[in-house]
């Protein structure tokens, strides 16, 4: 353990976090980003051609939603000035020009709104619209009443609210087609997830502005489309993966078949999970599109009459998706191992680049961790070695959440934090990780609790036989998802010391009763239907097999938190105790599912660092000390 560390939790809290969207608008950037301390807001800024970023939004307001829990897009840029927004505190949408106060443009009647989006020659602001007709009761099974979503135009001088469709469960991407008749949108059902299928749908407008009978132009049961866009009139390009990879296709709507316009072994896109990103963008006759693996994501510029990709030349190795393009110049958000996520833009003519978003106080690259892309046993993931450490060191598996998601390979000073501390990380992108394909993905298939468990074990046995990691010295953390991860690692294996677990589901079964209508039939893809397949949510839970547990615990929860709720942690603490296993829990009154006020982020950082002081036996005196309960303590 080095005590000589610069790296301090408040650094984590004021660099550990990115813009999600961009948009260039006439001769202005846009885009948002997080103030933890700020209460954990996020503002809207601007930077016009004076080079000034200047905030769209007043003080306290906040630009973030509630759109199937994880939000959506929640700004739009509006072209005679001002913006339109989703405000956090009520869920509305909110007009601004630069005046006075944002004025409301819809009801107060506890309708959710996000995905906006402004569609060409209209004055009013598009939406998935989210009606909840009754609250959840957390901890109730069968309590939940599944929302209500449809396509909504909210006009821009607060008017009423008009239904544009209401097809599927699952809404997203509404665009307009270039003349004005047609609307097209993602949508799907359960008990599907958007990354195991979905529809693209395509319909005709009538007189009043609302979508006739639609007809289905791409994806299916097993193909999912991310996004589209209109070409012209009679095609859409369209971000889908019928050969099993997320690559750029063209959809005409004449009944002819789609065509790959660039056959890639690579994705250029993700899984939906905040609905309104764009992993591409029309540049005149080209494409500006993201592509690569979790360890490199480029920018690059496709000509779709001959496939052939031109990587721009900038300083991001890693994209994420959020694309737009005004004229020549295109923005994005971009970090490298040794950058944290910017707002970039590239000029298309000159290659020219620069960076728009408020320069971050970093940590000297000395103290910077140098990654590494490894494999071991087909398993993919990212090595952070230890500062100042020859010879077998502590290690931490990281496990990434969702699980369908990934982990990037990009400065983050949560790593850094530990690694500049003798302490090394691996960060797995376990089988059920995008960015390898659906095969890799699909590795996870009715295997969650399994799969990633034994993929994290499989890197940190491969630690230590490479003589990297010291057997006595290896533990796992996560969140959310990886939080089940960490705490089924703790108690289905045995080379894990300790586990910390945040915001994290231990009783699968109680959790598919519980949680929110998104994600309440995703087990039946990552564990089995209910009740046919109870045997294994009973085989595979924390909470049931706590007599197994390899080392201590520390668990770490959000009291608002709508997508695992605090009784999750609660359960597995309780059976931690009934065995004698020590344990620790903290709970943050304020915090939903992921820590975003700087308090709390210091306060998590301080835990899981003494935590592993109490687990590896090295003194923490840095950090305050922390107590773990248990009946063998």
Not at 302 to 309: F, H, K, M, R, S
Not at 324 to 352: C, M, Q
Request: charged share 20%.
């Amino acid at each position: 353990m080095l005590n000589d560390s610069p790296i301090r939790p408040v650094d984590v809290a004021r660099v550990d976090d990115r813009p999600l969207w961009v948009e260039i608008c006439g001769e202005e950037v846009w885009w948002d980003e997080p103030r933890p301390h700020e209460g954990g807001r996020r503002c809207v800024v601007r930077r016009g051609p004076d080079g000034v970023p200047r905030d769209a939004l007043p003080p306290g307001w906040n630009s973030r939603n509630r759109l199937i829990e994880y939000g959506g897009r929640s700004w739009r840029p509006l072209p005679g000035g001002g913006v339109v927004f989703t405000n956090w505190s009520d869920q509305r949408i909110y007009r601004y020009d630069g005046h006075a106060e944002p004025v409301p443009l819809t009801p107060d009647d506890g309708a959710r709104y996000g995905d906006l989006y402004l569609p060409p020659g209209r004055d009013e602001v598009w939406a998935v619209r989210e009606i909840h007709l009754a609250e959840p009761q957390p901890g109730a099974p069968g309590a939940r009443i599944d929302p209500r979503r449809d396509l909504v135009a909210v006009p821009l001088d607060g008017g009423a609210v008009r239904v544009i469709t209401a097809a599927q469960h699952f809404l997203t991407n509404p665009r307009l087609s270039p003349d004005g008749t047609h609307v097209a949108w993602i949508g799907w059902n359960h008990p599907a997830m958007p990354w195991d299928g979905t529809e693209l749908c395509v319909a005709s407008l009538d007189a009043a502005g609302s979508a006739g009978q639609y007809r289905v132009v791409a994806g299916g049961p097993e193909e999912s489309v991310i996004q589209a866009e209109w070409r012209d009139d009679g095609a859409l390009y369209a971000l889908t993966d019928p050969d099993g990879w997320w690559n750029l296709h063209l959809v005409p709507l004449d009944g002819s078949p789609a065509r790959n316009l660039a056959p890639l072994r690579e994705e250029c896109g993700d899984a939906i999970w905040r609905l309104g990103n764009t992993w591409f963008a029309l540049a005149g006759d080209k494409i500006v599109m993201v592509h690569g693996t979790p360890a490199r994501r480029r920018l690059g510029l496709l000509d779709p009459a001959t496939g052939e990709i031109t990587d721009l030349d900038a300083p991001p190795t890693y994209w994420n998706p959020t694309v737009s393009v005004g004229g020549d110049l295109v923005a994005g958000v971009g970090a490298s191992p040794y950058t944290p996520f910017e707002v970039v833009t590239v000029d298309l003519r000159t290659g020219a680049h620069a960076v728009l978003s408020a320069e971050k106080d970093l940590p000297d690259r000395d103290a910077l961790p140098v990654p590494e892309a490894v494999t071991f046993d087909g398993v993919h993931a990212h090595l952070y070695p230890p500062r100042g450490v020859t010879g077998p060191a502590p290690y931490v598996i990281f496990v990434h959440g969702g699980p369908t998601s990934a982990s990037t390979m990009v400065l983050d000073v949560e790593i850094a934090y530990f690694t500049s501390r003798g302490i090394g990380v691996a960060d797995v992108n376990y089988g059920g990780s995008t960015g390898y394909g659906r095969a890799y993905r699909e590795r996870l298939r009715h295997q969650w609790g399994v799969v990633d468990v034994r993929d994290s074990e499989t890197v940190a046995r491969g630690l230590i036989a490479s003589g990297k990691a010291d057997a006595s010295k290896v533990a796992i953390r996560g969140g959310s998802a990886g939080g089940w991860t960490s705490v089924a690692a703790l108690v289905h294996s045995t080379v894990f010391r300790g586990a910390v677990a945040n915001y994290a589901i231990t009783d699968p079964e109680g959790w598919a009763a519980e949680t929110h209508d998104f994600e309440s039939r995703y087990l039946d893809g990552l564990i089995g239907p209910l009740p046919e397949t109870r045997q294994r949510y009973l085989d595979r839970s924390p909470t049931m097999h706590a007599a197994d547990a390899s080392g201590p615990a520390l668990l770490m929860h959000g009291l608002e938190d709508a997508i695992v709720d605090p009784v999750q942690a609660e359960r597995f603490v309780a059976a931690l105790e009934r065995e004698g296993t020590p344990w620790a829990y903290l709970t943050f009154p304020g915090e939903q599912h992921g820590w975003r006020r700087e308090e709390t982020i210091v306060a998590a950082l301080e835990a899981e660092l003494a935590f592993y002081g109490l687990i590896f036996g090295f003194p923490t005196p840095e950090v305050p000390p922390l107590v773990l309960k248990g009946k063998h303590q």
